[in-house]
């Protein structure tokens, strides 16, 4: 199970810090990843973390603003967002899997086997 928390309303510009927490079997993990689903479109691969590693990957157009770590003991990983853009505005989901171990395999939605109920991320003009 994950549980996502940190979503809220914050202007352009602003910051925000995604959570989330993977509890029961987290044995055979190998990444886990942030996609986020805006109104009207397709979901998309924000970042992802190799949980061994913590090698990291992501989109273009989140480089150098948002940054994905992560905390093995605490099953954790965290997606902080900076220079927050109002195209940014969407559901932010975390997600992990087991079954692939690359990239860019890992910025594939089905390839991930568990879910978060997703958080709202709200950047305003």
């Known amino acids: 199970q994950l549980t996502e928390s940190g979503g809220g309303l914050v202007q352009a510009g602003g910051s925000l810090r995604l959570s989330c927490t993977a509890s029961?079997?987290?044995?055979?993990?190998?990444?886990m990843g942030w996609f986020r689903q805006a109104p009207g479109k397709e979901r998309e691969f924000v970042a992802a973390i190799g949980w061994s590693a913590g090698d990291t990957y992501y989109l273009n157009s989140v480089k150098g603003r948002f940054t994905c770590s992560r905390d093995n003991a605490k099953n954790a990983v965290w997606l902080q967002m900076n220079s927050l853009k109002p195209e940014d505005t969407a559901v932010y989901y975390c997600a992990a899997t087991g079954r692939v171990t690359y990239y860019p395999a890992y910025a594939v939605d089905y390839n991930y086997d568990y879910w978060g109920q997703g958080t709202q991320v709200t950047v305003s003009s």
């Open positions: 029961g079997r987290t044995v055979g993990m190998n990444a």
